[in-house]
């Protein structure tokens, strides 16, 4: 009897307890309301390391505060510093606990991070089963790290002595021998020690074994803290701008088993319901258009059964332009979706949306809230990327002319930023050898400044399409490649678009030219110039390297130095890079001819020359890469499987290999279509058509842009045979008001999915351009809505500044030290963040994942702004719109 009684007051308490505890849910991760502490469901990236996205991290109160909890090597561990592998991760609901193994495979160093829930807290505690290497005694501790922008100007205590998180990096540092730090990514370094041997390590703010941390923000507070360590708190951001304030305790030596816990403790607002996230577009609304507000919900709060639309009078006073009831659209990962339709209301005016407490900023409905969509980016963005040039704006100067010293033949190297540099130069230079005459037109990659060359092709591109499709005579800018001077808002009589076409080709056509073929990217020698934050022109010292001084030294003609800061050329040779120039040249040409001849000229040669070479080197390579898959195949019974194939994988099948063999026959047919641009030469035309169909059955999504692109050059036959395809489209289309409640293509990857979203939208634009009366009007405005407001998170414009009453402020551009943007930039968007989680932040720009902007990007963004607007004016369709 006893017994019982005492077995039902532990299911009382237990049930009780768990209302509020932490708890494991079926996401493999720890959740009570408001708190969600995730144990590596992320990992560490091997490609760039510390992309602080990983490790331990929390989830308070609806926003990632909390990551890159790991047994880390350093006090404030930086990008390129070593990460651990993951080897292991076992969930266990039994034990209320989530085990990880880590391996650092540079020390042969291994240890074990378990996570067990403990009430409302959680204890961290880290196992060795060989006590850490001596080489990493005193380096090795556990590490976690807490986001900035959330904690700084926020109080703190460490056993009681009070303290305020710093808004700007000011603690003490100390310098320690070269040979003390540990290994860096690849075995580069981030800092310039200035020949001192020395490196930079931070000394912590605070010490003690408790720690709570925003005694003045409950819904920021934690408190952390250890029996068996003690705790150090450290600024990361006094090694890197893109630091996070870090708690470490170094792991004991010489010890195995429990060698060190911490007992966490994330504070819950009792009852705490994440206010709505009202989504809309803040740029604004044309009266015809569906609007459609989408309504992002705690799965806890309870769905209003009306929202308003209010209406603001001359006067400033509010009136109610209309009520409407929610729908409900159901749940989208970690939130639930309710949305309110206005669309009835068309009276141009100043509204903005109340539901229930929430009120959203105020936007317009009007005419012509979209007709300056693009300017920022082709008046601000596009030129301030300009490479090789001083660009200046009024009274500021965004840059200087970089690498007046010109770039280097790179060496082998297996390099960062995802280059290499092969066993062989494939040139006539010499590692380290000047190659001449690079140093000349070209874009910024993004919020870096090497040259990637696909990137750049794909940028000229972008405007070569805008240009023969749009004609934008816009001009805003003055480019003078004789003066290598860029000024913003001062006309100079030709098209900026022409401008950048021109300064584009003017790099790719020196490659091709000097080089022989595509340089693979014009990048940084060394780490710790390429994380530079400033003027591009002082990331070298525009003086040629000189092997034979000593570093920071002048050669006595002021010409020459011994600092090996220039930049490098990666010249591996590729065929398939090769190709794309060549395709590129050749539009190029087309589109500079009678404004700069002698360019429009050495294009096309190019055009040719690479393109005959390309060929021959990609048949070769072909070849030998069939005979070594025939090899293959063979060895591990492909061929086999393949003829045991049921028949609608048959017919696929059948239809691959032959869209394989005319793909190698006939080269890619979106190169086909561009050289017919390009040349009118009518074989590449029938190229094209010998492959779009094969390509269309086999990935409708993919390749609609495609023949769409082609109907300028084709007859009414093809319109008419393209038909039943846009009709499958067209349900593509709609299939995404299934998908989730926003209607538009959401990536998951760890770059956010703008590119994915316009390419849809720019296909969506011209599906609905060339056929009317299939994809309808109403679907054009999908992407904007979501680029310009109407997606998870929050309900910021992705696009900084563009005519949006709420544009995100801080973006990854090259002036993200300074939490701010480039106007015109687009953001990747949302980042997703296993399992369930979407985020972007806007006060904190170092995420580039979710926060950069790229040059091929941005203006693959032109080219939607401008077909998004002739949809919506009834323009004449791209081809009709032409000379
Ligand atoms: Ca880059
Ligand atoms: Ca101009
Ligand atoms: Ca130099």
């Known amino acids: 009897m006893k017994k019982t009684i005492l077995s039902l007051a532990l299911l009382f308490s237990a049930t009780v307890a768990g209302a509020q505890d932490l708890r494991l849910n079926d996401l493999g991760y720890f959740e009570r309301q408001g708190v969600n502490v995730l144990v590596f469901s992320n990992n560490f990236n091997g490609g760039f390391n510390d992309e602080k996205n990983s490790g331990i991290e929390i989830i308070h109160h609806g926003v990632r505060t909390v990551q890159g909890g790991a047994v880390r090597l350093n006090n404030t561990p930086e990008q390129w510093d070593l990460v651990p592998k993951t080897t292991s991760r076992k969930v266990d609901p039994e034990n209320q606990s989530i085990e990880v193994g880590l391996r650092y495979s540079d020390y042969d160093f291994d240890s074990r991070i378990v996570v067990t829930a403990k009430g409302k807290a959680v204890e961290i505690a880290v196992y060795l089963d060989k006590p850490v290497p001596e080489k990493l005694a005193g380096e090795a501790g556990l590490n976690i790290e807490f986001l900035p922008s959330q904690y700084w100007l926020k109080t703190y205590t460490m056993d009681g002595r009070l303290g305020r998180l710093p808004r700007y990096a000011t603690s003490q540092t100390t310098t320690r021998p070269n040979s003390e730090k540990p290994r860096q990514f690849k075995g580069f370094r981030t800092y310039d020690d200035r020949g001192t041997g020395r490196f930079v390590d931070p000394l912590p703010i605070a010490t003690g074994h408790a720690l709570t941390l925003a005694t003045d923000a409950p819904e920021r507070l934690i408190s952390i803290s250890s029996d068996d360590a003690e705790l150090q708190l450290f600024d990361g951001r006094m090694l890197a701008q893109n630091g996070w304030y870090v708690l470490r305790s170094i792991l004991p030596a010489g010890k195995t088993g429990k060698v060190l816990s911490w007992t966490v403790e994330p504070h819950a607002i009792p009852g705490w319901i994440r206010e709505p996230n009202i989504g809309f577009s803040q740029v604004g609304y044309i009266p015809e258009q569906p609007k459609v507000a989408v309504i992002e919900l705690d799965k806890k709060d309870q769905p209003l059964s009306s929202a308003s639309l209010m209406r603001l009078r001359p006067d400033g006073t509010a009136e109610k332009a209309y009520e409407g009831t929610i729908t409900a659209w159901g749940p989208y990962y970690k939130y639930n979706y309710v949305k309110f339709d206005f669309s009835s209301v068309s009276e141009p005016g100043v509204y903005y949306i109340q539901y229930g407490n929430t009120r959203t900023n105020d936007f317009l409905i ?49 390099h960062f930023d995802l280059h290499s540099q092969g066993p062989t130069t494939d040139t006539k230079y010499k590692p380290l050898e000047l190659i001449p005459g690079l140093n000349v037109g070209g874009f910024f990659d993004a919020g870096d400044f090497d040259i990637e060359t696909g990137s750049n092709i794909n940028v000229v591109q972008n405007f070569i399409r805008t240009w023969e499709l749009f004609h934008p ?9 004789e003066q290598r001077y860029v000024d913003l808002h001062r006309p100079d009589g030709v098209p900026d678009i022409l401008q950048f076409i021109e300064h584009g080709t003017l790099n790719l056509v020196a490659q091709a030219e000097q080089i022989g073929h595509m340089s693979q ?79 429009a000229e050495r294009a096309l040669t190019q055009s040719k020359r690479l393109m005959k070479e390309a060929t021959e080197l990609s048949r070769q390579r072909i070849t030998r890469n069939r005979q070594m898959q025939a090899d293959f195949n063979w060895l591990d019974g492909t061929d086999e499987r393949r003829d045991n194939a049921s028949t609608p994988d048959k017919k696929r099948q059948k239809l691959l290999e032959r869209s394989r063999k005319n793909r190698e026959e006939l080269g890619d047919m979106a190169t086909n279509l561009q050289l017919y641009g390009a040349t009118q030469e009518r074989s590449y035309l029938d190229n094209f058509q010998k492959q779009i169909w094969d390509a269309l059955e086999l990935n409708l999504a993919s390749n609609m842009q495609t023949a769409l692109d082609a109907i300028p050059y084709l007859d009414d036959a093809y319109q008419k045979k393209l038909r039943p395809y846009v009709e499958q489209y067209n349900d593509y289309i ?3 008001d299934k998908q989730n409640p926003y209607g538009v293509p959401i990536g998951l990857g760890n770059w956010a999915g703008v590119n994915m979203v316009l390419n849809f ?85 170092f995420l580039w994942g979710q926060n950069e902007g790229t040059i091929a990007g941005n203006t693959q963004y032109v080219i939607f702004g401008s077909a998004f607007r002739a949809a919506i004016k009834n323009l004449p369709r791209p081809s009709e719109g032409g000379e």
């Open 366 to 414: 009007d005419r012509h809230v979209y007709d300056n969509i693009t300017d920022a980016t082709t008046d601000v963005w596009v030129p301030i990327h300009m490479n090789h040039m001083y660009v200046n704006e009024g009274y500021r100067t965004w840059h200087g002319e970089p690498f007046k010293e010109g770039y280097l033949q790179a060496p082998p190297s297996d």
């Open 473 to 481: 005579q816009r001009d805003e800018t003055f480019v003078s490649q």
């Open 521 to 599: 990217t014009l990048s940084n020698s060394v780490l710790d110039n390429y994380h530079h934050l400033g003027d591009a022109a002082s990331i070298t010292d525009g003086l040629h390297y000189d092997p034979s001084l000593k570093p920071y030294e002048v050669s006595a003609d002021g010409k020459r130095s011994g600092t090996p800061d220039d930049m490098w050329a990666f010249t591996t040779r590729s065929p398939q890079l090769d190709l794309r120039a060549a395709t590129m040249f050749a539009a190029a040409s087309h589109a500079l001819k009678g404004y700069n001849d002698n360019l």
């Open 761 to 845: 939208g720019i296909a969506v634009n011209y599906a609905h351009l060339y056929y009317p009366d299939i994809v309808s009007k109403d679907e054009v405005y999908r992407v904007a809505n979501w680029l310009y407001g109407c997606h998870p998170y929050h309900n910021y414009s992705f696009v900084a500044v563009v005519g949006a009453a709420r544009p995100k402020q801080v973006f990854y551009g090259n002036n993200r030290a300074d939490f701010s943007f480039i106007p015109g930039n687009v953001a990747p968007g949302l980042l997703f963040r296993q399992p369930d989680h979407f985020e972007n932040f806007d006060d904190w720009p």
């Open 734 to 736: 709609k299939g995404f």
